[in-house]
Every structure is written in C-alpha cells, then in structure tokens.
C-alpha cells in the first residue's frame, strides 16, 4: 500500500508529525526548565559551602577543636542511620499518634494527619 503522507497527501502521518514536534517541544522545555533549577541548586549549595567553610573556621579559632575532631564528628553524624553515605539520611520515624510508618521528608502523617514535633533544630529544615 501507498502511503499517502510520502506524496504530499494529508494522512495520519501528518498529525502524528505535529504531536511528535509538540511533544519534543515540552521536551525541550522540561529540559530547559531543570537546567535553571539545578544551576538554581548549585548556586545554594556553593553558599552553603562557604557558610559552613567560615563557620568552621570561626570555631577553629574560638577553640581547640581540629580537623580530625570535624571528621570524627561528621563520621559519627552519618553513621546515624546505620549507613556510612556519606549523608545526613533521617531514619525511618513512627507516627506518635497511630504508631505507623512515617515518611521523614514529611512534616504530617499521611494517615492521621499528625503533625511530626521536631526533635532536633534540623527537623525543621
Ligand atoms: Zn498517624
């Protein structure tokens, strides 16, 4: 069979041509969209690196605390969730109100809308 789209004729093809060029437009879009947000991120992360940068500059200064004190610190802090990541991964919490698992990115029980007390300054991060 002939397809009618190869010679000029209207068919399928040519609505499926335009989703597919709408579709990579949204395409193009998103993507454009997460480049701003990830150079948005970066640009956090490297002011949150030169806070903590003085900070703990200051604290060196102030005391006689050293570098391998931070390390220890920072060892111990990690190893708070079992697993040596490298990250500060808050664990797996219970809801005090119905006992069932809560999500620790969220600040309400999904189930009884209890809301979590913050049990740490960083809970409320
Ligand atoms: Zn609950």
């Known amino acids: 069979m ?3 789209a190869l010679f000029g004729g209207r068919s399928e093809g040519t609505s499926s041509s335009m989703a597919a060029a709408s579709a990579a437009a949204r395409s193009a879009s998103a993507a454009r969209r997460a ?5 948005h991120l970066e640009d956090r992360f490297e002011r949150l690196s030169l806070v903590c940068m003085a900070m703990w500059s200051l604290i060196q200064d102030k005391t006689n605390l050293t570098e391998e004190d931070l390390m220890e610190r920072v060892k111990l802090i990690d190893m708070m969730d079992g697993v040596e990541d490298g990250k500060a991964t808050k ?5 005090r109100k119905c006992g069932r698992t809560m999500n620790p ?4 029980c999904l ?3 209890a809301a979590e007390l913050a049990s740490s300054a ?3 991060v």
């Open 2 to 4: 002939i397809n009618p």
């Open 35 to 39: 480049e701003r947000e990830t150079s």
């Open 91 to 95: 664990g797996v919490r219970k809801c």
């Open 105 to 108: 990115r969220h600040r309400k």
């Open 111 to 113: 189930y009884c809308g």
């Open 122 to 124: 960083f809970d409320a």
